[in-house]
């Protein structure tokens, strides 16, 4: 199915991006309800889009409506006959096109609220909460985190839910189907807000859902055909993570053998990891995979380098060279076999697939605003300008457990579906000095203990991502009688949805006292073990 068939099929809510660190969440819950959804940044003009959507959410922002450099609604969403709800900003930018007036408060409005719904007897309007039922005491529970507030309704809109210190928390046009609530009701805190959000899909837009993800798998693969034609070729990067393992099985589903999967060893795997994914993607997954080692050209490029995102630099450039020498020689060894044997001759390698997410296109090229780029994640922000290879993304709309969900349907073995993500640059970013042989090998080391003793104790899938960061300072210790002065390693594991918000994962005592026993034990080189508590924010997953 093409992207323009998608939207035939399944009526489309469009969601336009002001910014906010929540915008994601709207798609998400908009998934949850199985109702087909995309995002575009704030700027998008309806009369640019190929196809017309059911509905348009406008999310939150960082900024206030009346900075001059704020972003603006497009003015054709309030005529197009589509229904429209505002979030927060959204909401403002509403009121401040319709004549309301949009103030800053006194104090930054931040937390729970309980909200008032106010039936007004004027059916459309009241679609917003029809069907919600109402906590005990009447309320609702809300999540709050907005500067501003409107403080006069526009002419035509009536308030529809308030609460003591915001009349105007959630209001209505009178007749049109333009709605807008003051509160965030994509994020977990506001504990019936994908009630809200449904009740507008399905009440306001009257879409009835039916969008899942195993209609993904034949749109995605229909894309992936016509985005290769007949005859063009694709390689891509394998590393036995389970985005990389996912898009490559849905690449092999689309186009067979005109797909490349390459395994690069960068010199900063895991331990023994290219024997274990050589061995797994060939034997489970019939993919059929080159593996090149270009472990010496890798390090001898990150020698004396210590930043963080140099690296991420150096290595997402230098995988992108080694990709287009690999496509070289594929071509020539297809022209090869064409002189020698005749035949049909074979399409170019024009495309390289990334196994890009959702979460690191937002945090690598969101539109402006707190979201804006954290971290150069190297397979969407760190690419080579003049690259040759055409990127071609299958999973650039996915979240990691969709991601799971999709591998799931494609047959992936569990435990590959289950694995803990990896990042591209690998261990480079999780030595916080200088990259050399003998700091790899002793992170490998350690991190294969770690991992090793969290499976033991059964506490693996519980764990959203567990890795050891080697850190560039020394402490002292004793070892026997002998004072060691040696280096320290930083454990870190967390728990998290989305991989955009993270808590710090709680072991057991006695877990942390035998992987520190271990460490210590085996590792040489290090004499001291310590447990990162910090969550995301203000931290991030990775140290780097
Ligand atoms: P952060 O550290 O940004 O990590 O909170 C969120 C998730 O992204 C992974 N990560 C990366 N993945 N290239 C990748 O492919 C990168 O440069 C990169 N940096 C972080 C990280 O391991 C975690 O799963």
Avoid at 150 to 174: E, Q, R
Avoid at 421 to 426: A, D, I, K, N
Wanted: aromatic share 8%; hydrophobic share 40%.
């Amino acid at each position: 199915m093409s992207a323009e068939e998608m939207h035939s099929v399944y009526d489309t809510i469009l969601i336009l991006d002001f910014g906010s660190q929540y915008s994601h969440l709207i798609t998400r819950r908009c998934r949850e309800i199985n109702v087909y959804c995309e995002m575009l940044p704030c700027t998008q003009k309806l009369k640019d889009l190929k196809w017309k959507p059911k509905g348009i959410i406008l999310s939150g922002s960082p900024y206030s409506v009346y900075d001059p450099e704020s972003p603006h609604v497009d003015p054709d969403v309030f005529t197009a006959g589509v229904p429209v709800l505002g979030i927060c900003y959204g909401l403002q930018e509403i009121a401040l096109s319709h004549g309301g007036k949009v103030e800053a408060h006194s104090q930054r409005e931040y937390g729970y609220a309980k909200i008032k719904v106010e039936k007004t007897g004027i059916a459309h309007a009241d679609r917003l909460y029809d069907g919600i039922e109402m906590e005990e005491d009447g309320g609702l529970q809300v999540w709050m985190s907005h500067g501003d507030q409107l403080t006069s309704l526009p002419p035509n809109f009536m308030t529809i839910a308030s609460t003591p210190t915001s009349p105007f928390t959630s209001i209505a046009h009178k007749s049109q189907d333009i709605f807008g609530v003051q509160f965030h009701p994509e994020v977990s805190h506001s504990p019936k807000g994908k009630e809200v959000i449904a009740a507008f899909v399905k009440n306001v837009c009257g879409i009835q859902g039916g969008w899942s993800m195993d209609s993904f798998i034949p749109k995605e693969i229909a894309r992936i055909r016509e985005i290769c034609g007949e005859k063009g070729q694709v390689i891509g990067a394998v590393s036995g993570g389970v985005d990389s393992t996912v898009a490559a099985k849905l690449m092999h589903e689309a186009i067979g053998d005109r797909f490349h999967a390459i395994m690069v060893d960068n010199g900063v795997l895991r331990k023994d990891e290219g024997a274990k994914v050589h061995e797994m993607l060939t034997k489970n997954l019939g993919v059929n995979l080159t593996v090149i080692d270009a472990s010496e050209l890798f390090l001898g490029r990150l020698k004396g380098v210590e930043d963080p995102e140099k690296k991420r630099k150096i290595i997402g450039n230098t995988f992108i060279e080694v990709f287009e020498a690999e496509a070289a020689k594929l071509e020539a060894a297809a022209e090869k076999e064409l002189e020698e044997k005749g035949g049909e001759a074979k399409g170019k390698i024009e495309w390289l697939l990334q196994g890009t997410l959702y979460p690191d296109v937002i945090e690598s090229i969101s539109f402006k605003g707190p979201s804006a780029t954290i971290k150069t994640h190297h397979n969407v922000g760190g690419l080579l300008e003049n690259m040759k290879l055409k990127l071609i993304e299958p999973l650039r709309e996915l979240f990691k457990d969709e991601v799971r969900a999709l591998g799931r349907l494609l047959d992936i073995p569990a435990h590959l579906v289950g694995r803990h993500p990896f990042p591209g640059p690998g261990l480079a970013i999780r030595i916080l000095g200088e990259v050399t042989k003998d700091q790899i090998k002793i992170l490998q080391q350690a991190d294969d203990i770690y991992i090793d003793e969290i499976r033991a104790a059964g506490l693996y899938d519980q764990i959203s991502q567990a890795f050891v960061a080697l850190l560039p300072v020394k402490a002292v210790g004793v070892a026997g009688d002998m004072r060691t002065y040696d280096q320290v390693v930083a454990l870190r594991a967390v728990s998290t949805e989305d991989f955009m918000t993270a808590d710090w994962f709680v072991f057991p005592p006695q877990v942390l006292k035998k992987i520190s026993s271990r460490i210590t034990n085996e590792v040489k080189g290090v004499n001291r073990v310590v447990y990162d508590v910090t969550s995301k924010p203000p931290g991030t997953v990775e140290w780097l």
